[in-house]
């Protein structure tokens, strides 16, 4: 383990059975809809999406999206960059927004407003973490796997300029260290 991991969060085990429990969530929520849309936010959403999709049963297509506020740095720049948008046409749709981290809530707040202004049926957050305490926006997910302290975290998806995604947990990461 890379020294900058000052403690292990969470093991690949605690994220995959709560990750097992939002794939529940998904199938309950969306149980009735044959126009499901997941909208993955790369790069860090990959191994929470990939893992997630393995138990939802509902029908489904996915889209991804690039957005990016951090610019390398370890906290947000304010300024929300859109690097890469969907594809699909959401008009009437069920869409559900996977994230990784939400974090000040910047970057997401802009992804939404996009998002919302192509009127979908309906609209939903799900996030492998949530870190209210760093919030800049008015922003809560519809369901978090993990509630999280203000600490700069790496692992499963999260990155230090654009290294550790693959890490198969979740740290505290020190990159002074």
């Known amino acids: ?25 998904v199938n309950e929520t969306y149980k009735d809809s044959k126009n499901l849309v997941l909208v993955g936010l790369l790069k ?5 999406m990939a893992q997630l999709i393995k138990d ?21 720049s304010g ?3 859109i690097i890469m948008d969907i594809e699909t046409d959401i008009l009437d749709k069920d869409v559900l927004v996977v994230e990784d981290i939400i974090d000040s809530g910047i970057t997401l707040s802009k992804i939404s407003a996009i998002l919302k202004s192509r009127n979908p049926r309906s609209y939903k957050i799900i996030t492998l973490l949530d870190k209210p305490a760093n919030r800049k926006v008015n ?13 700069f975290l790496v692992g499963y998806g999260l990155d230090y300029q ?3 995604r693959g890490t198969p947990f979740i740290g505290i990461f020190d990159p002074k260290k």
């Open 56 to 76: 939802i049963d509902v029908e489904y297509e996915m889209a991804f999206m690039i957005a990016s506020s951090y610019q390398g740095g370890t906290e947000s």
């Open 139 to 151: 922003l809560k997910p519809d369901k978090c796997a993990f509630v999280v302290e203000d600490a």
């Open 44 to 48: 860090g959403a990959v191994p929470f």
């Open 162 to 164: 654009e290294k550790f």
């Open 1 to 25: 383990m890379d020294k900058r991991f000052t403690k292990i969060l969470y093991t690949r085990e605690q994220i995959e059975t709560k990750i097992k429990e939002l794939a529940q969530w």
């Open 79 to 81: 300024n929300v960059k």
